[in-house]
């Protein structure tokens, strides 16, 4: 599995992709998806909630187990992803694509600074990235 | 088990039982009632009354075939060895169901005046007696309904108790990572937030992590013993003083109490309050889920807060007499009447047939048969803590994970040889976790069964690991979709036929 | 009789089978495998009884059964949330099974197709009973239900403050403030007559027959809770709904009760079980087990547990509720009595309880010095105010062999709640009628 390069990553294992109309789109990552298994549903803000950068964003289900979803960047929550909402199994199909899971007008785009490049997240992954929190 | 022959000819109308609604025809009816022999009185008006009642209409012969067949699709303790950790499935003797079921007891009513039920008010105040014999505690209560309500008394009781001294900082409870999930659910429905203690390589409690947690703002502990891991922490005396010092107080989960059985009392450890599992150590059957009891013993500290009723004994003339009573500061009614009954009415023959001897063999056969299957599998199977047991063991499944096959493939391939499986994933704090308890009510040959199919099992996940993956082979059903279930849920009858 | 000392019918292992196990550990005796508890507390002197065969214990229990008064030998008249109503025998007969009797909590349900498919069931009978959308697979008793709802109704408004009728059962109400305190909830009562809703009201709780044996007029009550934004709750009597509209068509939001009336024998207060139903829109915030129909690996249909996450054993602290075993086994006896009794029985129980209620009360309402002081419809209990305590008049029905009604008088001034269901006959009926009029002359 290839990280797309676009994206920044956090240790939480999500995903931020920024995109030219000054949206950040946020979703899990493939390895987040792979260790929850098989996602049945999700909890995610309504829009217009304020996020804190690492704090909580939501909760991501899967058969026997839940998970807190941390938002990689602080901002305001524009939208939802309606069809992961009622079809949970594309975050499994297309973590990167998809799969995303809300879109964030960014508070501080210096926050990006505190994430990851893929070639970093790869690394991170096959040093410590197995121990999930 | 096996598919009625229907299944491959392609005459079974669908795979599994047709529902009640879907076998409903106008005009059947499972049940006769007498004609109304007072003359017939005044309806209240027409918009207070129901226009239709969606319920099923079936013969009584139709009622009783579906269910027993639906019985037959289970696995139980009357018809395998199931020896799942944590939840003691020991035989569960028949006559005790007669004795529930005896006029007189089965047929009264809970708000009767008290003196037209003092038989059951005095076995009631008995059974209290042994239970508090058992955890070496001073009073009981026996009105909470099951475990995890016992818990939550538990937790309230501290609570209490901590705000009547005028100790109104102590929001925490500790709780040990290795904890079944319901300490920390009861803990927080009490008002609590939890501070989770880790356990050493060892398998005990980490003091030093417990010393340092140990603060003013400590309500108490929620500790099991043995533990989840199935051991006997060697300090729990240590234990029990540190949070005492800091001024919290020790609760004991029973659900691990039928490795203890007489040998030592919670109470002469330290522990202020106990709840015991009547459908665990005193042999009242489970019932896919229930009825259970999960009565209370406090040390005499405590006694004040206890949830009501309790029955007491006074004397009336010359004669001993019973009633309910609610402790002077009580935590409240814990359900709508006294306790269940008809499981305590069970548990109660268990301990008087048994008697202080039979209840220290049960708990010595228990351990030892923990313990033959430790040894006997040690060799196949990982151990993550090299030690004794008590009443169970905590095998791992890492070695077998390594080939590809989880602990789950090795429970579902157990069902194929007519064995439930262990308890799986649990504790949390072990990698593939296989807990087992045999209890004390299976024979040697029983073990030695079991010993074989785990030996092969292991086997087949070197050599045919696929066989593993696919089980079960011979249930009702094979594996279920069990996302497709949470993702799309369907929870009731709904008339498919549009 | 000679042998190796005492032995134990559920014990199977003999001596010689414990040195062989032990010879297998590699241990010499037993005590050697609780060498971590500390020597001098081990293997304490303690206060039991020795042990007895099961038929010492059968003539113990049956000795005590006689000191009860029962059914055999009385009729009774005491409801108040537990009632005696008929059990056809089918209902034990399969619940005795050992195949649903001793298996645990379905957690592998290639081998529990049974009892998941029962609960199933159960959950569907509850939801056509109560016309809601979804059901659990039941709570500890119809008590603890309504104290779960309540707080259920707190999670889904994010307040914390309910509100109950002053008709609901005194004892629901002690079970909800010990659920409900320690979270810091409140519960105030308000009066039927003016119910008044709060704008900060979690919820408004009505019981549906309440406490009183009345039936609440629901459609006003649901406008009350609604245009405060809070949900309606409401207790139910299982039976009553033969007869009167459910609440889910009042568009009530949970609606919890206590099914010991359907099959379910009294038992002195339980096993009973609580039936726990809501709006679709709730389902993640539901207390409790649910079961769920799918499919196996071959298409087949088989049923799981599902929507496991709000459950202590996986949200743990944060778990909708700490309920872990409940009552499963008399759910599926409820589930059994309903198929029975099916869509024509419930209706001619619920029939046979309100004539004959309503037959009793206008014998009793004839009996100088007793009255009634409601008008409101009621269906299987009503208040009868006596001319003397109603501890007096109880006292002298049991004289002849009678159980009365509850006594309620801290609510009604010598207030007595009466009971009548399908159990009693009319010879009962006028037999409670002469004693009244007896204990009436006698108390004077």
């Not at chain 2, 300490?183 to 980490?206: E, L």
């Not at chain 3, 709904?241 to 009042?250: H, N, T, V």
Request: charged fraction near 20%; hydrophobic fraction near 40%.
């Amino acid at each position: 599995m290839s990280y797309p390069q676009a994206f920044r990553y956090s240790k939480e294992h999500e995903w931020v992709r920024l995109d030219e109309d000054g949206t950040a789109v946020v979703g899990v990552t493939h390895f987040a998806q792979e260790q929850l298994g098989d996602i049945v549903y999700l909890a995610l803000p309504e829009p217009g909630t304020s996020v804190v950068q690492f704090a909580k964003l939501g909760e991501v289900e899967s058969v026997k187990a839940v998970s807190d979803i941390f938002s990689p960047l602080g901002g305001t929550v524009l939208e939802v992803n309606k069809e992961a909402v009622d079809h949970p199994e594309v975050v499994n199909q297309e973590p990167h694509g998809r799969g995303w899971l809300v879109k964030l007008k960014p508070g501080d785009l210096g926050g990006v600074r505190n994430l990851m490049t893929a070639q970093e997240y790869e690394a991170f992954l096959a040093a410590d990235g197995t121990k999930r929190h | 088990m096996r598919q009625p022959p229907g299944e491959e000819s392609g005459l079974c109308r669908e795979s599994g039982l047709t529902l009640l609604m879907d076998q409903s025809r106008p005009g059947r009816v499972g049940a006769s009632l007498p004609e109304l022999d007072v003359p017939p009185q005044e309806l209240p008006p027409d918009d207070l009354l129901r226009r239709d009642l969606p319920l099923p209409e079936v013969s009584e012969p139709e009622v009783v075939r579906y269910f027993t067949r639906l019985s037959q699709m289970n696995f139980s303790v009357d018809t395998n060895f199931y020896p799942l950790g944590s939840c003691t499935m020991k035989y569960n003797p028949k006559w005790h169901d007669d004795v529930a079921a005896m006029p007189g007891m089965a047929d009264i009513h809970p708000l009767q005046p008290e003196e037209t039920v003092q038989g059951s008010l005095e076995l009631m105040y008995r059974l209290q007696r042994y239970i508090c014999e058992i955890a070496g505690l001073a009073e009981s209560s026996l009105s909470t309904l099951a475990g995890a309500q016992g818990e939550l008394a538990g937790v309230l009781m501290m609570r209490a108790y901590h705000l009547d001294r005028g100790d109104r900082q102590r929001k925490v409870i500790l709780i040990p990572d290795s904890a079944h999930g319901t300490n920390p659910a009861s803990a927080a429905m009490g008002g609590f937030s939890v501070v989770s203690i880790p356990s050493t390589a060892q398998g005990d409690m980490d003091l030093e992590a417990l010393s340092s947690a140990a603060s003013p703002e400590v309500a108490g502990l929620m500790i099991t013993l043995p533990s989840t891991l199935g051991l006997f922490d060697r300090h729990i005396r240590e234990i029990c003083q540190i949070v005492h010092r800091c001024g919290g107080l020790v609760y004991g989960d029973g659900a691990n109490m039928n490795a203890l059985l007489g040998k030592v009392t919670l109470g002469a450890l330290g522990f202020d309050i106990v709840h015991l599992n009547l459908h665990k150590t005193f042999s009242t059957p489970h019932g896919g889920g229930g009825p259970g009891a999960g009565p209370v013993c406090v040390a005499q500290h405590l006694a004040q807060f206890l949830p009501a009723p309790v029955v007491e004994e006074f004397r009336s003339t010359d004669e001993r007499c019973y009633r309910f009573a609610t402790p002077e500061q009580s935590i409240g009614l814990a359900g709508a009447f006294h306790g269940n009954f008809g499981v305590l009415l069970r548990a109660y023959c268990y301990i008087r047939s048994m008697g202080k001897a039979g209840l220290r063999q049960a708990s010595e056969d228990a351990v030892l048969n923990a313990n033959y299957l430790l040894s006997r599998l040690r060799d196949v199977y990982h151990l993550p803590y090299d030690r004794r047991c008590m009443h169970e063991v905590v095998f791992s499944a890492r070695n077998q994970k390594a080939g590809g096959v989880r602990a789950l493939d090795i429970a579902k391939r157990l069902l194929d040889f007519g064995i439930h499986p262990p308890t799986m994933y649990f504790p949390l704090t072990v990698e593939e976790a296989l807990m087992i308890e045999p209890t004390e009510t299976e024979s040697k040959e029983t073990l030695d069964y079991f010993i074989d199919v785990m030996r092969q099992v292991a086997k087949e996940a070197q050599e045919k690991p696929e066989v593993l993956k696919l089980a079960p082979h011979h249930t009702p059903v094979s594996r279920l979709d069990e996302a497709k279930a949470a993702r799309q849920p369907d929870l009731r009858w709904r008339n498919r036929k549009g | 009789m000679e042998g190796p000392g005492p032995s134990w019918p559920y014990l199977p292992n003999t001596p010689s089978d414990r040195q062989e196990m032990l010879r297998a550990i590699g241990v010499s005796s037993v005590e050697d495998l609780f060498a971590d508890i500390p020597d001098e507390l081990l293997n304490p002197a303690l206060q039991l009884p020795t042990p007895a065969a099961e038929l010492d214990v059968r003539r113990e229990v049956e000795a005590l059964a006689r000191q009860n008064a029962s059914p055999g030998g009385y009729s009774y008249f005491l409801g108040g949330g537990a009632y005696r109503h008929f059990i056809p025998s089918l209902v034990g007969r399969i619940t005795s099974r050992g195949e649903l009797a001793t298996c645990y909590t379905p957690y592998q349900p290639e081998v529990s197709q049974g009892t998941l498919q029962a609960t199933y069931e159960f959950q569907s009978l509850v939801c056509g009973l109560t016309a809601m959308d979804v059901a659990n697979a039941g709570m500890y008793d119809g008590a603890t239900a309504l104290a779960e709802a309540v707080l259920m109704a707190c999670r889904v408004t994010g307040r914390d403050r309910a509100i109950a009728l002053d008709t609901l059962s005194p004892r629901y109400k002690r079970v909800i403030e010990t659920y409900v305190r320690p979270q810091g909830i409140t519960v105030d009562m308000v009066p039927f007559t003016v119910p008044e809703v709060p704008d900060d009201a979690a919820c408004l709780v009505a019981q549906y027959p309440n406490f009183l044996g009345n039936i609440e007029d629901l459609a006003f009550l649901e406008r009350k809770a609604h245009e405060k934004k809070a949900l309606l709750v409401v207790s139910v009597d299982p039976i009553a709904l033969g007869l009167f509209k459910s609440p889910g068509e009042y568009a009530a939001d949970v609606v919890t009760g206590e099914c010991q009336p359907l099959g379910i024998g009294l038992s002195f207060g339980g096993p009973y079980v609580g039936l726990f139903a809501c709006r679709e829109r709730y389902v993640r915030q539901m207390p409790g087990r649910i079961v769920g129909r799918t499919t196996d690996s071959q298409g087949r249909t088989g049923y799981v547990l599902t929507l496991q996450t709000r459950e202590q054993h996986i949200r743990r602290e944060r778990a909708t509720s700490n309920i872990c075993t409940s009552e499963a086994l008399v759910a599926t006896s409820a589930a059994i009595y309903l198929a029975a009794l099916g869509r024509q029985g419930l209706r001619r129980v619920a029939e046979l309880c309100y004539h004959k209620a309503h037959y009793a009360a206008s014998l009793i309402r004839e009996v100088p010095g007793y009255k009634l002081p409601f008008q409101a419809p009621f269906f299987k209990e009503f208040i009868v105010q006596v001319p003397a305590p109603v501890k007096e008049i109880n006292r002298r029905l049991l004289d002849r062999k009678i159980i009365g009604g509850l006594d309620i008088s801290d609510l009604v001034p010598n207030g007595m709640l009466l009971c009548v269901t399908e159990m009693n006959t009319k010879e009962e009926i006028h037999a409670l009628r002469d004693a009244l009029a007896w204990a009436a002359r006698e108390a004077r």
